[in-house]
């Protein structure tokens, strides 16, 4: 059987066949993602209500690409109190965010208590707010710095208030890459391993991938292939995020980056590789909402939300600092054709914009 009616009759694909992807053209890779996105969810395309808090900058790891962490480049450090991180969230609690996504550099002044306690304070006062926060990376971080298992720190999660996971610091698995990107960072066993561990006690989570930098595509497949071995025994994967690197103010010297076919191609062969990973967000902030539009046509199915405040890649040249307003978010969906549903971060679906 050659590779299109692989697709097309829904069999599974192995790595030199995902590679083999790259090779079709655009508009027929577009297709074959396109009619397995409107097979599983029709024309819907998902967001959500999110606010978005960085607290803090202050960061033990260096990442080349990171121009969010406190550095020569960035000199400006800050750590936020507890009670500005629940005036953060009360705010936009009142005004209709359903989620916080918290995401931290690796703070090594303050504790775990800092970490936890500010979870713990939001999730008192505002019960019925989704907190998505702490990556992989943090989990590791924590671990090392203070001498807990990563089950220890999960259990603390899970008790502090904590509903689902980001999917940061994923980056990029190869190991070879990924020490010239992260060295000392969490690595790409113990990404899978948390993250496994986070599913084990029947919780979500998501998964990142950075790309466009110095990695090759055989990379990506290679990223995509090992997510789709863990979704098959784990399950816990909501959505697969392929996050397009951004370049102003960092470490990282690159000397091309990926033209818009070349996103577009990763998106769609995602979704046709992550064959039970539910969801393909085209994550605005990074791929430019213009760009993360067409993906909606290319395999995406969601969109990410109106984020409100962004600091990590708006900081490396995306132009996300302020979010955006529903309303505006909301008339660009439909604009390209397709229906907006605001979902909350489980992906139940809370309200159909016909
Ligand atoms: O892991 C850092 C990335 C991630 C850059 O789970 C950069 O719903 C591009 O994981 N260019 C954190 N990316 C953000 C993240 C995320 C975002 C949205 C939704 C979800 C979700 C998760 O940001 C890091 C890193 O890979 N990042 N620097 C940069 N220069």
Redesign the pocket.
Known sequence: MNLIDKIKNRKRLNREEGLDLYNLDLFTLGKLADEIRVEKFGKKSYFNINR?INPTNVCADI?K????SASRKNPNQYTMTHEEILEIATNSYNQGAKEV?I?SAHNPNDGVEWYMGAFRKIKEKLPSLHI?AM?A?EIDFLSREYGYSYDEIIDMMIDSGVDS???????IFDEKIRDYLCKGKVTSTQWLEIHEKWHSRGRM????M?FGHIENRSHRIDHIIRLRELQDKSGGFN?F?P??????N?F?KVKEFPTAQEILKTYAISRILLDNIPHI?A?W??ASINLALIAQEFGADDL?GTIEKET??S????NSANGMSQDEFIGLIKNSGFTPVERDSLYNELKVYN
Do not use: R, W
Not at 205 to 208: E, L, P, V
């Open positions: 978005h990442c690409f990171c121009a969010y996504h995401v998505k990556t990376a996971m980001p999917g940061g610091g994923a980056e989570s998501n998964a990142t950075l959505a995020i996050l397009v690197y951004q370049k102003e960092n990282l967000k994550y902030v990074t990410d990590i890649q900081s490396a040249g995306a």
